[in-house]
C-alpha cells in the first residue's frame, strides 16, 4: 500500500493531539449508488477497487505547486484554486499543524469538502448504506479518512465492523457525518476500535453514551454538532481513554472543570468555538508542558483570565479576542514563556502593544489584513519575531514603522512593493522576510539597492528581467536571488557587472553561452543548485576570478574538472565525491586536489581501461581515502589501493574482481586477495 503520513503523522509524538487529526467536517450527501443485487464479496471487492484507485492520487502534503497543478489536471478551475489558497491561509487551525491537510479535515464548507477526493488521504463511499465486516475488512488496511455519508444509523452490527479498521494504519480514520445519535450500546461496542472516529453531526448526546464512548482506547474521538454539554455528560467524557483524547469542534460553551482537565492532559487543546472562559475553567487548562492551547473563538480575555492561561504550560498559546484586549491582560501575556498568536483580523490596540513588546518570543497576527502605524510603532521595541502572514500591502509610514522593529518580520503575503515601501524596509532585509515577494520592477529594485545594507536577498523571485537585473547590479555588497531557476544570455551580462558575492542558487542547468557572461563578474559566484557540467559550461565557468561555489555538482564532464584543476582561486565542490562512475582520470585528479580527506561513499565500481591510472591518481590523496561501497575493482587498481596506508576499502572478500582488458590479455592477471 502506498504510505501517505496526514496531519497526525507529521508531527512528533509528544505534540500529537486529536485537535491536529480530527476532522470536524460535515460531508455533502452525494445520492447513494445502491445496487440491490450486489453481494457482500462483490461489494467489497468495489470498495477494494476504489480504495486502490484513490491511492493513486496527489498528497496533500506535495508542494504547493504540485497541488495547484493537479487540481488544474483534474478540472478544478484556476479561480477554485485561488479561492482555496486564499481560505486556507484565513482558517484558524492549529499553529502545530500544516495548511492544507488540517483545512480539509477541519473545513465544513461543501466547495472545499469536494475538492478532497482528489487526494489520497481522503476516501468517500456514499454507495455504502450500512456498515458491516466484509466492508470494513475490504479497508482494512487503508491509512486515511473513510467517510460513508449515506449511513445514518449505528447497529450493534456497525459498531462492532468498525473494530476490524485501524489496526494496521496509525492514521485511519471513520467519519459518519449522517449520524446524529448512538445508543449506548452501539457506544460501547466502539469502544475497542483503533481508527480515529469521527462524528461531525451529533443532535445530542446522553450521559450512558458519553459513558460508554469514554472508554474509546484508540486514536481519538471527534463529536461535532454539540454547541453545549450537560453537566453529567462533560464530566463522563473527562474520562476518555482515547490515546490523542477528545475534540469537541462546536463547542460554545465550557463550563465544566473536569473536562477542561481532559483538553490539558492533551498536547494539543483546540477548542475551536468557545468564546469565553471563566477563572475557574482558564485554572483548570493548566498542565500542560510544551504544547499547544488554541482558543480562536474567545470574545474578550479578562486579566484574570490571562492570569490562569499564561501559567498554563502551553508553548503556543492561540487566541481570539486581541480588540478588546487591555493594557492590564497584555502586560501578563507578556509574561508567557511561549509564542503567542492572535487568530482574529483585528489587531490589538496601540497600549495593549505596548504592553505586548515586552514579550521575548514570537506575537503572530495570522489574519490580520492591515497594521495600524501606531500599533506598528508601539510594537517596534519588541525583539522577538513578528508575524503579520495576511498583511499584503504596505504604506510607505506602516513600513518605515515596520522596519523600526527589533526582531525578525515576517510578511509573507506581499508579491509586490512599491518603490517607497521598498526604500522603508530595505536597511532591514536581513532580518525581514519576504517570502512570497514575486515581482520586482527596475524602479523598485534600484530602491532596494539604494538602502539596502551589506547584503541584499531576494528569495521569492522567480524570474528577472535584464533592465532588472541591471539595477540589482549596481548593489555593493552580496546579492542573492535564490529562486531564480534560469537566466537568458543578456539577464546573465547584466548580472555579471555587480561586484561582490552573486548567489544564483536555484540554477540547475548551466547553459555554455550563460556560463561564458556569468564567467565575468568579479567577486565571488553561488552556483550550488547546479548538479551536472558540460565540457563547455565547465571551461567557461571555470574562468571565474574569484570564489566559485558548485556545491551541488556531482556529475562533471573530465574537460571541465581539467579546466576547474587549473583554477587558482576558492572552488568549492562538496557534492562530487557522491558521484556514482568514476572513469577520469581527470575527475580524480579534482577530486584529489580538491578534497584533504576523500570519501567516495558512492562509488561502486573501479573498473575499465582508465582504472588502473585512477587510482594511482586516487592514492595520491593527502589525508584518508574511503572507498567503502565499492563492489567490482579491476585486480591492478586493486594492487594499487592496498599498497596504499590510510586507505578505506569493504572486506576484500565482499569484492568482485574484474579482470582488466588491455595489452596483457583477459586472463594475465595478479589476484591480490592471494
Excluded at 528581467?465 to 535564490?482: E, I, Q
Excluded at 579546466?563 to 580524480?588: F, G, I, W
Amino acid at each position: 500500500m502506498r504510505s501517505r503520513h496526514f496531519i497526525l503523522m507529521r508531527l512528533p509524538q509528544r505534540h500529537l493531539a486529536i485537535a491536529t487529526v480530527a476532522a470536524s467536517i460535515f460531508i455533502a450527501f452525494k445520492a447513494p449508488l445502491v445496487l440491490a443485487d450486489e453481494s457482500p464479496r462483490a461489494r467489497a471487492a468495489s470498495i477494494r477497487d476504489i480504495a486502490s484507485r484513490q491511492l493513486e492520487k496527489p498528497s496533500v502534503h506535495d508542494e504547493p505547486e504540485a497541488i495547484a497543478a493537479a487540481l488544474a489536471a483534474a478540472g478544478v478551475t484556476e479561480d477554485t484554486i485561488v479561492s482555496l489558497e486564499h481560505a486556507v491561509r484565513q482558517a484558524n487551525l492549529p499553529s502545530m499543524a500544516s495548511d492544507l491537510d488540517a483545512f480539509l479535515f477541519f473545513t465544513r464548507d461543501p466547495r472545499w469538502l469536494a475538492l478532497r477526493s482528489h487526494f489520497c488521504e481522503f476516501l468517500e463511499l456514499p454507495h455504502v448504506l450500512a456498515l458491516d465486516a466484509p466492508t470494513m475488512q475490504a479497508i482494512a488496511d487503508y491509512d486515511g479518512v473513510v467517510t460513508f455519508p449515506a449511513v445514518t444509523e449505528l447497529s450493534a452490527e456497525a459498531a462492532k465492523a468498525c473494530r476490524l479498521f485501524g489496526e494496521t494504519s496509525w492514521a485511519a480514520a471513520i467519519e459518519l457525518p449522517g449520524v446524529s445519535e448512538i445508543t449506548p450500546e452501539a457506544a460501547a461496542l466502539l469502544a475497542p476500535c483503533e481508527a480515529l472516529l469521527v462524528f461531525p453531526n451529533l443532535h445530542k448526546l446522553s450521559v450512558e453514551t458519553a459513558r460508554a464512548l469514554a472508554q474509546h482506547g484508540g486514536m481519538g474521538l471527534v463529536l461535532g454538532g454539540l454547541t453545549r454539554l450537560e453537566p453529567e455528560v462533560a464530566e463522563a467524557l473527562s474520562t476518555i481513554r482515547s490515546e490523542r483524547g477528545l475534540l469537541v469542534p462546536d463547542l460554545v460553551v465550557l463550563d465544566s472543570v473536569p473536562l477542561a482537565k481532559q483538553f490539558a492532559r492533551q498536547d494539543h487543546a483546540f477548542m475551536p468555538a468557545v468564546r469565553r472562559l471563566s477563572p475557574a475553567v482558564a485554572a483548570a487548562l493548566r498542565g500542560n508542558d510544551g504544547g499547544e492551547l488554541a482558543i480562536p473563538s474567545l470574545e474578550e480575555l479578562p486579566a484574570d483570565v490571562a492570569k490562569e492561561l499564561v501559567g498554563a504550560g502551553y508553548f503556543w498559546l492561540a487566541i481570539g479576542g486581541a480588540p478588546t484586549l487591555s493594557a492590564e491582560a497584555a502586560a501578563i501575556l507578556a509574561t508567557h514563556h511561549g509564542q503567542l498568536v492572535f487568530t482574529g483580523p483585528e489587531p490589538f490596540s496601540a497600549p495593549a502593544a505596548v504592553k505586548l513588546n515586552g514579550h521575548p518570543h514570537a506575537i503572530i497576527l495570522p489574519h490580520v489584513t492591515t497594521l495600524p502605524v501606531e500599533v506598528a510603532l508601539a510594537l517596534a521595541p519588541h525583539e522577538g519575531p513578528l508575524g503579520l502572514g495576511n498583511v499584503s500591502h504596505l504604506t510607505a509610514d506602516v513600513a518605515e514603522a515596520l522596519a523600526a522593529h527589533k526582531g525578525v518580520l515576517l510578511l509573507s503575503a506581499i508579491q509586490r512593493l512599491t518603490p517607497e515601501v521598498a526604500a522603508a524596509l530595505a536597511p532591514r532585509l536581513d532580518s525581514i522576510e519576504l517570502p512570497g515577494l514575486r515581482w520586482l520592477d527596475a524602479e523598485t529594485a534600484a530602491a532596494l539597492v539604494a538602502n539596502a545594507r551589506n547584503s541584499l536577498e531576494i528569495p521569492g523571485i522567480a524570474s528577472v528581467t535584464p533592465d532588472v537585473a541591471t539595477a540589482l547590479a549596481a548593489f555593493k555588497g552580496m546579492l542573492s536571488l535564490p529562486g531564480v531557476p534560469s537566466l537568458d544570455v543578456d539577464t546573465a551580462r547584466a548580472l555579471a557587472s555587480h561586484r561582490g558575492m552573486l548567489g544564483l542558487v536555484s540554477l540547475e542547468d548551466l547553459d555554455p553561452e550563460v556560463a561564458a557572461v556569468l564567467a565575468q563578474h568579479a567577486g565571488g559566484l553561488d552556483l550550488s543548485g547546479v548538479q551536472r557540467l558540460s565540457a563547455k559550461s565547465g571551461k567557461a565557468i571555470a574562468r571565474t576570478p574569484g570564489t566559485l561555489v558548485l556545491r551541488g555538482v556531482s556529475e562533471i564532464h573530465p574537460e571541465a574538472a581539467i579546466a576547474l584543476s587549473a583554477r587558482t582561486d576558492p572552488l568549492e565542490l562538496d557534492a562530487l565525491v557522491y558521484m556514482e562512475q568514476l572513469d577520469s582520470p581527470a575527475v580524480a585528479a579534482l577530486l584529489v586536489k580538491h578534497f584533504d580527506d576523500l570519501a567516495v561513499e558512492s562509488l561502486r565500481s573501479l573498473t575499465g581501461p582508465e582504472a588502473l591510472e585512477i587510482a594511482r591518481i586516487l592514492v595520491r590523496t593527502r589525508g584518508t581515502l574511503e572507498l567503502p561501497n565499492l563492489e567490482r575493482i579491476s585486480p591492478r587498481a586493486l594492487e594499487v589501493l592496498l599498497a596504499r596506508p590510510k586507505t578505506v576499502l569493504p572486506d576484500l572478500n565482499d569484492l568482485e574482481i574484474v579482470p582488466d582488458t588491455g595489452q596483457l590479455g583477459n586472463d594475465d592477471f595478479i589476484e591480490p586477495r592471494r
